[in-house]
């Protein structure tokens, strides 16, 4: 399913780059790539791929600064298309709500 996902998205992003909207399709080619790796060593199940907890593993596991925004994109993406219950959120602005409660 995480492949599937993957070159999904992967395939939007190219369409909206060309419709004029630069990202950088090869970086996150090359950070999907390697959540792919980390998913797989880690044997995660679907319901866990797109948590927060997951989202620090990779960002410590991956060597891509900011790794978990590519990441936050795909659960985006995915949620938008009801593949996953949903999206993800970015750590750091979760971690600081937390600490705000």
């Not at 792919?36 to 199940?45: D, T, V």
């Not at 990779?58 to 925004?69: L, N, Q």
């Not at 993406?77 to 970015?90: H, R, V």
């Amino acid at each position: 399913m995480l492949v599937d996902a993957i070159v999904d998205y992967l395939e939007w992003e190219t369409s909206i780059k060309a419709n004029g909207t630069h990202r950088p399709l090869i970086r996150d080619s090359l950070v999907l790539i390697d959540f792919l790796r980390f998913a797989a060593h880690n044997e995660m199940a679907w319901e866990d791929m797109f948590t927060l907890h997951t989202q620090k593993g990779f960002s410590h596991f991956s060597g891509f600064k900011h790794a978990s925004r590519v990441l936050i994109a795909l659960s985006g993406f995915l949620y938008s298309n009801g593949k996953i219950p949903q999206a993800s959120d970015n750590p750091k602005k979760a971690d600081r709500f937390a600490r705000s409660l």
